[in-house]
């Protein structure tokens, strides 16, 4: 079974760190990306199956990630989770139009980072 490879969007790399530790340790590959325009940039020659991404960040931001993702037929329907502080539902309302699948708040659990994923790409 090939396995499954996302791809981690943040500025902090300590957050980098723990998710790609969770990740690589539930048995998927790991992409990071600092920001949107590292993570466009590094989208477009690798094989990604499901992005995770903060929405605050320099440079691109996550809704602008989300949006530009969105407009590339190959990664229409990839799944991207919204992983952040922030929890308004004007905010999530917005990750939502941009064309977010779903939302994880900091600090995360791994269990639930995992199981997360497990629902949005299923082996």
Sequence with gaps: MMSKTIMVVDDSS???Q?????????????????DGRDALKKLGDSRI????????MPNVNGFEL???VRSKSKYKYIPI????????????????????TGWITK??????LIGVIKK????
């Design 14 to 16: 300590s957050v980098r």
């Design 49 to 56: 199956n499901m992005i995770v991404t903060d929405l605050n």
């Design 81 to 100: 989770v919204v992983l952040t502080t922030e929890f308004h539902d004007a905010k999530k309302k917005e990750s939502k139009d941009a064309g977010a």
């Design 107 to 112: 600090p995360f659990k791994p269990d639930q």
């Design 120 to 123: 949005v790409i299923p082996n």
């Design 18 to 34: 723990m998710m790609s530790f969770t990740l690589e340790n539930a048995g998927y590959e790991v992409v990071e990306a600092e």
């Design 66 to 68: 989300i949006r530009s």
